[in-house]
């Protein structure tokens, strides 16, 4: 009996841990209600605002902001799976550069999404890319990015390796 009760459970353990591979990173994150988005890095921020189906960069007069752009992100994020998930401590965060704006000297770049009002529906908080090794030498070696790991609404729990780079992600409205 006790034998079973440990193979349950490592068992168990397992396919927790088998469900969060592949599955989406903010499933709880309903684009389609997104009114606001802002997105922060040590360089400064930008404000998003949806108004009247029209995409807006608040720092910019208001200035129309690229739809396409805001709209490939927003799937992006709602399609990305996690690759691989992480236990990180925290003093381990600076190193993968998932240190919050302004809270250190390794911060990755924050999205925080608003549906209505001020309250945040979601963050998402994109820190170092991954790196791979190339192992084709004819362009010369090195290493190119295959991913990206972040940390969901600041849960240390929610921390992951996706594969997608997130490389378009800018402050820079």
């Known amino acids: 009996m006790v034998g079973w009760l440990l193979v349950s459970k490592d068992n168990q353990s397992w396919n927790q841990g088998e469900a969060s591979i592949g599955g989406a990173i903010m499933p709880e994150l309903s684009i389609n209600d997104i009114q606001k988005m802002t997105i922060t890095d040590a360089e400064g921020a930008v404000t998003l605002l949806k108004e009247e189906e029209t995409w807006r960069v608040s720092e910019r007069s208001a200035y129309a902001a690229d739809f396409a752009k805001i709209r490939d992100l927003l799937i992006q994020i709602a399609d990305t799976k996690i690759l691989r998930p ?4 925290e003093s381990q965060l600076g190193r993968l550069e998932l240190q919050v704006p302004g809270e250190g000297d390794k911060s990755g770049t924050l999205l925080t999404f608003f549906a209505e009002g001020e309250t945040p529906q979601a963050k998402l908080l994109l820190g170092k890319q991954s790196m791979k090794k190339s192992e084709a030498s004819s362009f010369g070696g090195g290493e ?15 921390i992951s390796q996706v594969s997608e780079t997130f490389s378009a992600v800018t402050t820079e409205p």
């Open 144 to 158: 190119f990015p295959d991913g990206r790991y972040i940390m969901v609404d600041g849960d240390m729990q929610r």
């Open 86 to 89: 992480m236990k990180v401590g």
